[in-house]
């Protein structure tokens, strides 16, 4: 029988030890959301980011902004957040207009604050997420051959990174990549963040696969899938995480992991 790697529960055992370490606190960590626009799944994903903060006992302040703001006004108002010191944690919600450059904007928050992990001073919530998931189900990461099937820098690359940095063989895999189907097909662990509804069939994996789906994507009747073909792929892998209810519970989990990390450094 086909293992469910339940982000949703284990996000709500990591929220239970995050309320009992903030109930200790006499300040309490605060994170930062900076937005721009209207974005419907921006604002979705921020729902989510500020009901488990108030589940856990964390502050958030959600700095909206308009879709045609300059870089340079927006880049201002992230300095006087990093000189905030009531701000523990800053994070820029993506994706951001075309005419704002996400590199330089996400660069400019401060190392120490950069609870999204893109500067390297934290480990990107996405990847810690898929780490943790992987680990209370005591999947074997170290000499496995990976698979990581999308190369964005917010998600593709750190995830392949991280799971390098646990001693796997990590191949990633695009659009341009030759045969496809026979490098998915051969990996122990497949990490699909492509974006592309149901891309994955069960022709394109084995009885002994562990599948990580990264994907979000709403359809057109409004419902929810990831990049795998959930309900017949589960019959034939060994192990799966669902969407919704699998990594993206984790990568909000581990975001507020990495702003209690935030917060006592700059104690």
Same mark, same amino acid.
């Given at each position: 029988?086909?293992? +469910?790697? #339940?982000?949703? /529960?284990?996000? =709500?055992?990591?929220?239970? /030890? ?25 604002? =979705? ?7 488990? $903060? ?28 990093? $000189? ?19 590199? *330089? ?35 074997? +990461? @170290? ?7 999308? *190369?964005?820098?917010?998600?593709? /690359?750190? +995830? ?27 990996? #122990? ?30 359809? /057109? ?32 989990? @581990? ?13």
């Amino acid at each position: 029988m086909v293992k +469910i790697l #339940d982000g949703k /529960k284990l996000s =709500s055992e990591l929220a239970q /030890k995050l309320k009992k370490i903030i109930e200790k606190l006499k300040i309490k960590p605060k994170l930062v959301i900076i937005q721009v626009g209207d974005n419907a799944r921006s604002m =979705s994903y921020i729902k989510r980011k500020i009901i488990f $903060a108030e589940k856990i006992g964390a502050l958030v302040e959600h700095k909206k902004n308009p879709e045609n703001i300059s870089e340079t006004t927006l880049i201002a108002s992230i300095r006087r957040f990093n $000189a905030d010191k009531s701000a523990h944690g800053i994070i820029v919600q993506l994706p951001l207009p075309k005419h704002i450059d996400t590199r *330089r904007v996400s660069e400019t928050i401060d190392y120490e604050k950069d609870v999204d992990g893109f500067r390297g001073h934290f480990m990107p919530a996405t990847a810690r997420g898929i780490l943790t998931l992987l680990d209370k189900y005591k999947v074997k +990461i @170290s000499g496995q051959k990976v698979v990581v099937v999308g *190369r964005s820098e917010f998600v593709g /690359k750190p +995830i392949a990174l991280a799971l390098l940095n646990r001693e796997a063989t990590v191949t990633i895999c695009h659009k341009r990549t030759r045969d496809l189907a026979r490098e998915i097909k051969d990996a #122990d662990i497949l990490v699909i963040a492509a974006g592309h509804p149901k891309l994955i069939k069960s022709g394109h994996v084995n009885k002994n696969q562990v599948i990580i789906d990264v994907g979000i994507n709403i359809l /057109k009747d409004r419902k929810v899938t990831g990049d795998v073909d959930f309900k017949n792929v589960s019959k034939v892998v060994k192990a799966i995480s669902p969407v919704p209810g699998g990594v993206g519970p984790m990568t909000i989990a @581990s975001l507020f992991q990495n702003l209690l990390e935030a917060y006592s450094l700059q104690a």
